[in-house]
């Protein structure tokens, strides 16, 4: 997996490419709470280039997630693939996170 922080217009972005799982979740998790810890909200992920994720890489997101809604940050996602996004609505969590199909549309919802 690779992580990259990117900025669009005035967000960050998390840009994330390859496998989420629990051998590069804890990467995954240290950039992310890196964010959540300076109350970066919105904050935006793209899936755009990842081809797995599992249980821990789920996780990671869930957790930050629940961080940030302690100070009503908020967490969108976004450009997720067909078979991840299946994963997202098999566990109904499509209903607790914000996905949306482009940044563009995480910005301006």
Do not use: H, W
Not at 87 to 109: M, Q, T
């Amino acid at each position: 997996m690779n992580i990259g922080i990117a900025s669009y217009k005035g967000s960050k972005v998390i840009q994330l490419s390859g496998d989420i799982d629990m051998y590069s979740s804890p990467e995954l998790r240290t950039e992310l709470m890196g964010l959540i810890k300076k109350r970066i909200s919105p904050l935006y992920v793209d899936f755009k280039e990842v081809s797995y994720i599992d249980s821990s890489g789920i996780a990671t997101f869930v957790e930050g997630l629940k961080i940030m809604k302690t100070y009503d940050g908020r967490l969108r996602l976004f450009c997720i693939p067909q078979g991840i996004m299946e994963i997202f609505r098999f566990s109904k969590l499509d209903r607790v996170f914000e996905i949306y199909g482009s940044i563009d549309d995480a910005i301006n919802s």
